[in-house]
């Protein structure tokens, strides 16, 4: 199979969301990712979905692999249930652009401090936030989530104690806590996607730093009160016995009916650049520059001997 360019494959946004496989087999027919499990085979296209996410017991080949990487499929390795991120693929983009100005952006505090303002202006669309500190701006979040929580809390007859759980002890929280964890860890597999996909970085945070997956925390705050929560809550309430499964197609559905994944596209192009560059139709150009400390840049595959 000849490898597509990067203009015959569907963008990010008009892709299926994600896909948690476990206990399986991945390999690879034509353009399609072959699963096999004791149940049968499923083949899935490719380029039809945005990120798949590989749970124990999953073998990949490596012409499985190969397909997923051309296509452009986010592949993201994941622990058990989902709750825990190991690795992630390569990125469905030539440019950098996007890169660079979350580069330049982090590193400028006056910049810095406009993307995060950004960020809050997309959680309070109908408040003007422009005026606010930093400090302001996170009580007002503390605010907004408590409220997220008791609200829940009252329409599902779900006790809620607060947020308590362990990272390597999935059943120590109560079944609340396991359902929170679960949902989140789906969102931070779409939102971890869609930045590799877009060439970003994950590591370079605005609101959370210092971590690898600093702006994958970011993202997947913009969508928790308005996914998550709700549905852990609703799960919670039902006690099923397979939790995590039921939290998993739940986010599923629920990401696919808001059109999350399109949402993080258009949110992380609104963050990053100006309202004239955010045409998501706009062509993707292969293009390398050099760098130059006078200029900014100068063309490539072009001889300077003579300067």
């Not at 000849?2 to 569907?10: A, F, I, M, S, T």
């Not at 008009?14 to 690879?28: G, K, N, V, W």
């Not at 806590?177 to 605005?206: D, E, K, R, T």
């Not at 993707?284 to 400390?293: A, G, I, N, Q, R």
Request: net charge negative; charged share 25%; glycine share 8%.
């Amino acid at each position: 199979m000849v490898r597509p360019d990067l203009q015959e494959l569907p963008q990010v946004s008009d892709r299926l969301s994600f896909l948690y496989l476990e206990h399986c087999q991945l390999s690879r027919e034509d353009s399609a990712i072959l699963v096999r499990d004791e149940n049968g085979t499923v083949r899935i296209p490719a380029a039809s979905i945005s990120t798949l996410l590989l749970g124990p017991g999953t073998n990949v080949t490596h012409r499985a692999v190969e397909l997923i990487g051309d296509a452009g499929v986010g592949i993201v390795w994941v622990g058990e249930r989902g709750v825990r991120f190991y690795a992630s693929g390569r990125p469905l983009t030539s440019r950098a652009h996007l890169l660079i100005r979350q580069a330049e952006m982090v590193s400028n505090q006056r910049l810095h401090l406009q993307v995060v303002r950004k960020m809050y202006q997309i959680r309070f669309p109908d408040e003007d936030t422009s005026g606010l500190t930093t400090q302001q701006l996170r009580g007002r979040e503390g605010s907004r989530v408590r409220k997220a929580y008791k609200e829940a809390s009252d329409k599902w007859g779900v006790k809620w104690s607060g947020r308590n759980y362990d990272p390597n002890d999935f059943f120590q929280g109560d079944l609340v806590n396991q359902a929170l964890s679960a949902g989140n860890a789906c969102l931070y597999g779409l939102a971890h996607a869609v930045i590799s996909a877009l060439g970003c970085s994950p590591g370079l945070g605005f609101v959370h730093v210092g971590h690898e997956n600093s702006f994958v925390y970011d993202i997947a705050d913009l969508y928790k009160v308005e996914i998550t929560i709700p549905v852990a809550f609703e799960v919670a309430s039902e006690e099923p016995e397979d939790l995590p499964g039921v939290v998993r197609r739940r986010m599923r559905d629920k990401m696919a009916a808001s059109h999350i994944l399109e949402r993080m596209v258009k949110d992380i192009r609104f963050l990053f650049l100006k309202e004239e560059e955010q045409d998501n139709s706009l062509p993707e150009v292969d293009v390398t520059y050099l760098w130059d400390s006078k200029k900014g840049i100068v063309a490539n595959g072009k001889s300077y001997s003579e300067e």
